[in-house]
């Protein structure tokens, strides 16, 4: 599964990755988010957190 972002659209697809991660989907995720640098990046720890959540971390 790929989801993309940019700006706002990263709060939707923080709900979706934190539904993944309580789900323990054995799917892969690849969240590919446009920002203008990585300081810019609103979810950058969040989402780590849901990855490392995943059955298989950094798969």
Known sequence: MVV???G???TPVMAMLHALA???TEREVCWV???RNGAEHSFRE???ACSARSPAPGA
Do not use: P, Y
């Open 33 to 35: 988010h446009g920002a």
């Open 8 to 10: 706002v659209g990263a």
């Open 22 to 24: 309580a789900a323990r």
């Open 4 to 6: 993309i972002s940019a």
């Open 46 to 48: 969040e989402s780590g």
